[in-house]
């Protein structure tokens, strides 16, 4: 299916002449192919291209900048924040943190284009990307409070496409609990398409959490690469129950010794929702750990993808990485697609993988039905304990409540 | 308080229960015992509204049709089955299922919901009575519990909501001699003229803890003979074989 895009270089302002031929070129190779679809490996269970051409009259690129600035502020736990509207940076707060160890800026789009080309989404958002943020963590501070990014969208955005780009540095022995919320209860249809790129350098750690605040009509795609040097660990909570689409396409590379990486997503789907969770974990180095849980639940129409891949180099003996999905299906018409994949060279490896899916234990229905309490009721405490149970590993006690309730409203349905 | 009348029970197209017939009044105290396969499980499924159930006859609690009730409204009327195999449910906490339980009741009952701190002293109360850890109470539900654990906390539950008619599926079974004895005195510190069991069971033992009004023997889905606490002695010196 065509897809009926209207895309302008000339709506991006203050570009010289050598970028907007940089950029055009980008958009000539987007328009070789166009959006993702099932054709290509990678997307063969989510058929962008198809998805987008069922939900979308046209979709335009755009410069921008509506005026709304008021948004809804997380009042659970005391953290500082970034605030981006529409990908571009408005507002920051670090007061709880001592001046000069953190660096924030808009993202500089005249730098080096440093990401691998990964499918069309690159070349278009190479080609149209306006906003996104850098962020430097310095070497030996920890963070005393958590970071919000707010992913403000307004309601303008109507069958428009938003590319950022974002880069996140953590120097060596620092600490950083992120958390991406994703604030928008717009009915519009909108599309987002970010790239980031994470490096954590020696000794350090960073808790990344994804979560939004409500349903949301958006179509998002990010790419996530990462270098994680020796003695660092990057954590992932994914929790973007609510979305329209959303894929999230993680590439985590366990580059130097004793590097660490976990995965952990819950997902609630209802009606025609559709998530893929894509991981690549690179084992390129002696003595890494990686760890993968990722649990869906799917109601109605929706679907659900895990496409999981640990690569594991030759040299990288002693490694231990685990991954295990888990789905419960809860209608008939609901789907989920599931792709372990292990590629292992090295020989003294300790590698597993899992993946199960089924309907909930009607037994468990009757035992808590037993004890007075109602259908719904039940088959929702049945859902939140298969779900929270991601959770069990997150240290913050009022981030993991956050969470929790979180969790509990989505499962609701918000 | 029940009232059961040529009761049959189908499932997967084996007839477990042919034509029982039971009476419960308030305040008595009744035990079910027989082989196994006799269909004692079953008669505890059917009464807790399991699904999978083909049933004809008539069941009848404080004179409303029981067939005629879902499972949550079963219990909500005051109906309680101590389960066999008490369910392990990760993820769960015991605490959230059973503040949720109990006010899942009381809602129905038409009682105001308790709020956490009311609710976690009065369950702090009733888990020292029977002599369960505090710890269990924030554990996830059943999971990892000993046999002997998950009987206490079905026990709990009992003590917690209050029924009117508690049916105790086998309750003994698993239980060294201080946990039947826990076990039994919670029972007996709950009877009153008001509310009554059904006491299920293989073996004699529990039945010397909790005096029972009438034991009765249940054979091929048929209870075949009925008598007092001293039926229960018999049986034990001289087994199913020579009655059924």
Not at chain 1, 47 to 66: A, E, R
Not at chain 1, 147 to 152: A, P
Not at chain 1, 173 to 199: A, D, R
Not at chain 2, 120 to 137: N, P, Q, R, V, Y
Request: one cysteine or more; hydrophobic letters at 35%; glycine letters at 6%.
């Amino acid at each position: 299916m065509k897809q009926n895009y209207d895309f302008k270089i000339n709506k991006i302002k203050n570009l010289s002449s050598e970028e907007i031929n940089l950029r055009k070129k980008n958009l000539e190779l987007f328009y070789q192919t166009g959006f993702p679809n099932k054709k290509d490996e990678n997307w063969k269970f989510s058929d962008l291209n198809l998805i987008l051409s069922n939900n979308f009259n046209k979709i335009i690129n755009n410069d921008f900048l509506p005026s709304e600035t008021e948004f809804k502020i997380i009042d659970d736990f005391e953290h500082n924040f970034i605030s981006l509207l529409n990908g571009k940076l408005i507002s920051k707060d670090f007061s709880y943190e001592e001046k000069d160890k953190i660096s924030i800026d808009n993202f500089n789009h005249k730098n080096e284009l440093s990401f691998d080309s990964k499918n069309s989404l690159y070349f278009l958002n190479n080609a149209l990307a306006t906003g996104g943020f850098s962020l430097e963590i310095s070497k030996n501070y920890k963070l005393k409070k958590p970071l919000v990014i707010y992913n403000n969208f307004s309601n303008s955005l109507k069958e428009t496409i938003v590319n950022h780009k974002n880069s996140i540095i953590l120097n060596e022995n620092s600490e950083l609990n992120l958390i991406n919320y994703i604030n928008n209860s717009s009915k519009e249809n909108f599309m987002v398409n970010t790239l980031e790129n994470i490096k954590v350098k020696k000794d350090s750690l960073l808790k990344n959490i994804l979560v939004n605040s409500s349903k949301c009509n958006g179509y998002f795609y990010k790419y996530i690469t990462s270098d994680i040097k020796k003695n660092s660990t990057f954590e992932n909570y994914l929790l973007p129950s609510g979305l329209k689409f959303n894929k999230l396409d993680i590439e985590i590379n366990l580059n130097e010794e004793n590097s660490n990486s976990s995965v952990f997503s819950a997902l609630n789907l209802m009606n025609n929702e559709h998530q893929e969770i894509k991981t690549q974990i690179n084992h390129n180095t002696p003595h890494c750990h990686s760890y993968q849980k990722v649990k869906n639940v799917l109601n109605g129409e929706s679907k659900g993808v895990y496409q999981g891949k640990i690569f594991v180099k030759n040299i990288a003996q002693k490694t231990d990485a685990y991954q295990l999905s888990k789905a419960l299906i809860l209608n008939d018409k609901a789907e989920f697609d599931a792709k372990p994949e292990l590629e292992i060279y090295a020989d003294d490896v300790k590698c597993s993988h899992g993946s199960t899916s089924g309907s909930v234990d009607l037994n468990l229905i009757h035992y808590l039905k037993s004890r007075g309490i109602p259908e719904k009721k039940a088959f929702e405490m049945l859902i939140n304990g298969f779900l929270s149970e991601v959770l069990e590993r997150l240290s913050e006690g009022k981030i993991k409540n956050f969470l929790k309730e979180k969790l509990e409203r989505q499962i609701n349905g918000y | 308080m029940l009232n059961i009348k040529n009761l049959e029970a189908t499932i997967d197209n084996k007839q477990i229960l042919n034509g029982l017939n039971l009476d419960i009044k308030p305040g008595e105290v009744h035990a079910i015992m027989g082989p196994n396969g006799s269909g004692k499980s079953t008669l505890a499924n059917v009464l807790s509204g399991k699904n999978g159930y083909e049933i004809k006859g008539v069941i009848k609690y404080n004179g409303e049709s029981l067939s005629e009730l879902s499972t949550e409204e079963r219990a909500q009327k005051g109906i309680f089955l101590a389960f066999q195999y008490p369910l392990e449910i990760p993820g769960v906490n015991t605490n959230t299922f059973l503040r949720t339980s109990l006010n899942s009741i009381r809602k129905a009952q038409g009682e105001k919901e308790l709020d956490t701190l009311t609710f976690l002293k009065l369950i702090k109360k009733k888990a020292s009575e029977l002599g369960i850890d505090e710890k269990f109470l924030s554990r996830q539900l059943n999971v990892g519990f000993s046999g002997g654990e998950k009987k206490k906390n079905e026990i709990l539950q009992m003590k917690l909501l209050q029924p009117k008619l508690s049916i105790l599926d086998e309750t003994d079974s698993g239980l060294d001699i201080d946990a039947l004895r826990i076990v039994a005195d919670g029972v007996n510190s709950y009877k009153n003229k008001d509310n009554a069991f059904l006491i299920i069971t293989h073996y004699q033992r529990l039945l010397d803890y909790i005096k029972p009004d009438y034991v009765h023997v249940l054979s091929n889905g048929k209870i075949i003979k009925t008598g007092d606490s001293d039926l229960g002695i018999q049986l034990e010196k001289t087994g199913y074989s020579n009655i059924v």
